[in-house]
Nanobody
Framework: QVQLVESGGGLVQPGGSLRLSCAAS????????MNWYRQAPGKEREFCAR????????NYVDSVQGRFTISRDNHKNTVFLQMNSLKPEDTAVYYC??????????WGQGTQVTVSS
């Protein structure tokens, strides 16, 4: 069956870095664009970053542009989110999602990221 398993979340101080990973299985990973979404406490889930199926195009929400980098390894069926210069407002559950175009088809269970001193 389809699985998306996120890892790499945790507690980090403001200004710190984390690298999230999402391991995919059960579908043809290289056919799908991959996305990271996040949901902060009391807020709706929001789009964070997207990378095309081949990895040559990446898009970001304005609030993370220049701080976060999405990448993928199609040989290992894994997508990454490198998060630098983290801020308290980045605190959220981060989800990876696979999409053929823009609407996600498959979702992971999420990993908690907490930015706090």
């Amino acid at each position: 069956q389809v699985q998306l398993v996120e890892s790499g979340g945790g507690l980090v101080q403001p200004g710190g870095s984390l690298r999230l990973s999402c391991a995919a299985s059960g579908f043809t990973f290289s056919n799908y664009a991959m996305n990271w979404y996040r949901q902060a406490p009391g807020k709706e889930r929001e789009f964070c970053a997207r990378i095309s199926s081949t990895g040559n195009i990446a898009n970001y929400v304005d609030s993370v542009q220049g701080r976060f980098t999405i990448s993928r390894d199609n040989h290992k069926n894994t997508v990454f989110l490198q998060m630098n210069s983290l801020k308290p407002e980045d605190t959220a559950v981060y989800y990876c999602a696979a999409s053929l175009r823009y609407t996600p088809t498959y979702w992971g269970q999420g990993t908690q990221v907490t930015v706090s001193s």
